[in-house]
């Protein structure tokens, strides 16, 4: 049984920083990708960034793309997303997921659709605000 399991989120002012872990048990993530996304009240869950374990390959939503910047530590078994230059707007749940993904085979990537995934976590709270 896959778990996933954030940790990280709290608050935070404007332009502060934050890194967001994703811990997985119960498999190797070789031939999974990972995806961060994020639920702001009000509003539908979003992908934000995505990697692939297995050749590291990543991707961005627009709303994140240069302050956001997504890794994985394989001795952990662990994905990171570090967060800069945050916004009142990142305001949000933050989720990581995982999803079958095999490199070499043309599938497209990144994948930013929420129900390409098949597992979550249980998702850790980012406030910025003063």
């Known amino acids: 049984q896959v778990q996933l399991v954030e940790s990280g989120g709290g608050l935070v002012q404007p332009g502060g920083s934050l890194r967001l872990s994703c811990a997985a048990s119960g498999v190797t993530l070789e031939n999974y990708a990972i995806g961060w996304f994020r639920r702001a009240p009000g509003k539908e869950r979003e992908g934000i960034s995505c990697?692939?374990?297995?050749?590291?390959?990543?991707g961005y939503a627009d709303s994140v793309r240069g302050r956001f910047t997504i890794s994985r530590e394989s001795a952990k078994n662990t994905v990171y997303l570090q967060m800069n230059s945050l916004k009142p707007g990142d305001t949000a749940v933050y989720y990581c997921a995982a999803t079958k993904y095999y490199t070499g085979y043309g599938l497209p990537f990144p994948i930013f659709g929420e129900y390409e995934y098949d597992f979550w976590g249980q998702g850790t709270q980012v406030t910025v605000s003063t």
């Open positions: 990697i692939s374990w297995s050749d590291g390959s990543t």
